[in-house]
């Protein structure tokens, strides 16, 4: 049906189809990046002149990138997204799995199924699998040396599928000596990764024992200081300049030039004073620091470094224990930051300035090396999952699952328990659920090449006989024990996989009617008469 002015709407049948097309399309194009065999996408972007090039298999990534008019797709793009805030991975997964309970969805309104039912049974069905996940979940919080072997084992899975599996160890290690350098937290601002072109993944590094900022300091001062005392500022530094726009001054001569210089510089310098009178030896500000007062500090000895980005001022004053302040009248009441060394090093071709020693320790760097741009950043997007899923486990949620298909099967063999003992259509939509699950490792088989139908069928028989521990070990394209194999996974990450993919497929099986607007017209101007 088409509404006056351009809107237009889509009812029962074609809007439901309309719906599972859209999403299934969303699923198909991200599948084949799942596993630790999935594939990556290139992503080209043109804006004006200029294009950029991504190069990810990061589920997340790849949907906000593509532009889409499908009103399903836009809700399983959205579920991506919470899932990457959430919990920092699974976003392909859970794309994924949304896209088969719609496929199995489909088949079953075809045999004249009310969707209803279908989302009763869903809703029955998803109960059932995270039961029998939580009770398949394992908490080793209590003993540190077992917990940290599973936060290094949750590490290796993540990044197995990541452009850094070939040194899953290597990055691991990183990041759970990074993510433990928190203390608990899970706000990852405190861990910087600095991004440096040159040198192979392996010469990254985890500087957990100071700080790096990506500056230098100013011409003519020290560049090694001991015993620092450290002032963070974020305070214009150019106030020797007219500021209002569009002002104008006009005097009678160039002596009168000259006083109003000499003023605005006196004014410069009394300020000046009075950061030095905080009895600091380093000033750091968030804005520019002109000749001027950079010449008046290295006169007192002080080292100056500006427009430092505030990200690196705000981790800084977290690592050093200082305030990061605006106005200098009160000197008794900034407190600043102490670190026992700073020097400049050099990365690459670049110099950086690290701190030593510091008395906060809530932060570190993680240096990045890699040959190209499109490297490091998939390099960084990889490193930030991983430390996402880390904080979330050591912070809320401790308990561990098996990876590799071994929870899918899992779940779908409970769910399948609850289908028998279901009667009439809903069991119809319990057992499609089943069947979305076993969905997964069988796309994963698929991705790595391997026969899916035959390894998914073995995974499922050991599973029965109550080999609780089998899946898919895709080094060999054989059925494993993934205890043995160190393939886990966080509970938590796989609990939210299955609660947004069911409840994002019973969002898009409960629309009849689909209404797209008309945009709003632009009214003309009407020539003056």
């Known amino acids: 049906m088409n509404f006056l002015g351009g809107g237009h709407e889509e009812k029962g049948e074609l809007a439901r189809m309309s719906s599972f097309i859209g999403a299934m399309a969303i699923a198909d194009l991200v599948k084949t990046t799942l596993g630790p065999k999935g594939m990556d996408k290139i992503i080209q972007t043109n804006s004006g002149q200029s294009s950029s090039v991504l190069v990810t298999n990061d589920g997340a990534t790849i949907l906000k990138s593509v532009d889409l008019d499908n009103p399903a797709a836009k809700i399983l793009v959205n579920i991506s997204k919470v899932q990457d805030d959430e919990v920092g991975d699974g976003t392909t997964s859970v794309c994924v799995l949304a896209g088969e309970?719609?496929?199995?969805?489909?088949?079953?309104?075809?045999?004249?199924?009310?969707?209803?039912?279908?989302?009763?049974?869903?809703?029955?069905?998803?109960?059932?699998?995270?039961?029998?996940?939580?009770?398949?979940?394992?908490?080793?919080?209590?003993?540190?040396?077992?917990?940290?072997?599973?936060?290094?084992?949750?590490?290796?899975?993540?990044?197995?599928?990541?452009?850094?599996?070939?040194?899953?160890?290597?990055?691991?290690?990183?990041?759970?000596?990074?993510?433990?350098?928190?203390?608990?937290?899970?706000?990852?601002?405190?861990?910087?990764?600095?991004?440096?072109?040159?040198g192979l993944l392996t010469d990254s590094f985890l500087d957990d024992s100071g700080f790096l900022l990506d500056k230098s300091f100013g011409v003519g001062q020290p560049t090694v200081i001991t015993n620092a005392k450290v002032l963070i500022?974020?305070?214009?530094?150019?106030?020797?300049?007219?500021?209002?726009?569009?002002?104008?001054?006009?005097?009678?001569?160039?002596?009168?030039?000259?006083?109003?210089?000499?003023?605005?510089?006196?004014?410069?310098?009394?300020?000046?004073?009075?950061?030095?009178?905080?009895?600091?030896?380093?000033?750091?500000?968030?804005?520019?620091?002109?000749?001027?007062?950079?010449?008046?500090?290295?006169?007192?000895?002080?080292?100056?470094?500006?427009?430092?980005?505030?990200?690196?001022?705000?981790?800084?004053?977290?690592?050093?224990?200082?305030?990061?302040?605006?106005?200098?009248?009160?000197?008794?009441?900034?407190?600043?930051?102490?670190?026992?060394?700073?020097?400049?090093?050099?990365?690459?071709?670049?110099?950086?300035?690290?701190?030593?020693?510091?008395?906060?320790?809530?932060?570190?760097?993680i240096v990045l090396r890699g040959a190209s741009d499109q490297l490091l950043g998939e390099a960084e997007r990889s490193i930030h999952d991983v430390l996402c899923v880390l904080s979330q486990t050591i912070a809320t949620e401790k308990r561990t699952v098996l990876g590799g298909g071994c929870?899918?099967?899992?779940?779908?063999?409970?769910?399948?328990?609850?289908?028998?003992?279901?009667?009439?259509?809903?069991?119809?939509?319990?057992?499609?659920?089943?069947?979305?699950?076993?969905?997964?490792?069988?796309?994963?088989?698929?991705?790595?090449?391997?026969?899916?139908?035959?390894?998914?069928?073995?995974i499922r028989a050991e599973h029965v006989?109550?080999?609780?521990?089998?899946?898919?070990?895709?080094?060999?394209?054989?059925?494993?024990?993934?205890?043995?194999?160190?393939?886990?996974?966080s509970y938590k990450l796989k609990s939210q996989v299955v609660k947004s993919a069911t409840e994002a497929a019973e969002m898009i099986l409960r629309v009849d009617d689909i209404i797209r607007c008309a945009p709003r017209q632009r009214e003309e101007a009407h020539p003056h008469a």
């Open 407 to 458: 929870s899918e099967i899992l779940m779908s063999l409970a769910v399948d328990e609850a289908a028998k003992k279901t009667s009439g259509k809903k069991s119809l939509a319990i057992e499609a659920y089943g069947l979305a699950l076993r969905a997964l490792p069988t796309i994963i088989a698929d991705n790595g090449g391997y026969d899916s139908a035959d390894l998914v069928a073995r």
């Open 233 to 365: 500022a974020n305070t214009p530094m150019d106030t020797d300049k007219v500021k209002i726009f569009g002002a104008r001054v006009r005097v009678d001569g160039m002596d009168k030039l000259s006083e109003i210089e000499s003023a605005e510089k006196e004014k410069m310098k009394r300020k000046v004073q009075k950061i030095i009178s905080h009895k600091c030896n380093v000033f750091i500000n968030r804005q520019l620091i002109y000749n001027f007062p950079e010449q008046l500090f290295a006169d007192a000895g002080v080292a100056a470094i500006e427009h430092a980005d505030f990200d690196g001022i705000e981790r800084l004053a977290k690592v050093l224990g200082g305030d990061i302040v605006s106005t200098f009248d009160t000197p008794d009441l900034v407190k600043l930051g102490e670190c026992d060394r700073i020097e400049e090093t050099i990365i690459g071709e670049d110099k950086l300035i690290r701190f030593s020693g510091c008395k906060g320790g809530a932060a570190c760097t």
């Open 101 to 198: 309970l719609l496929r199995q969805a489909e088949k079953l309104v075809h045999q004249k199924i009310h969707p209803q039912v279908i989302i009763d049974g869903y809703h029955q069905a998803s109960l059932a699998a995270l039961e029998a996940l939580e009770k398949s979940a394992i908490d080793h919080s209590k003993d540190d040396k077992a917990f940290r072997e599973d936060l290094m084992n949750i590490a290796r899975t993540t990044l197995s599928s990541k452009i850094l599996g070939n040194h899953k160890d290597f990055f691991a290690d990183m990041c759970v000596r990074a993510v433990l350098h928190l203390k608990g937290s899970t706000n990852l601002e405190g861990i910087q990764i600095i991004k440096k072109s040159g």
């Open 465 to 489: 006989k109550g080999n609780k521990v089998a899946g898919l070990n895709m080094l060999q394209g054989t059925v494993g024990d993934m205890r043995k194999l160190g393939i886990t996974e």
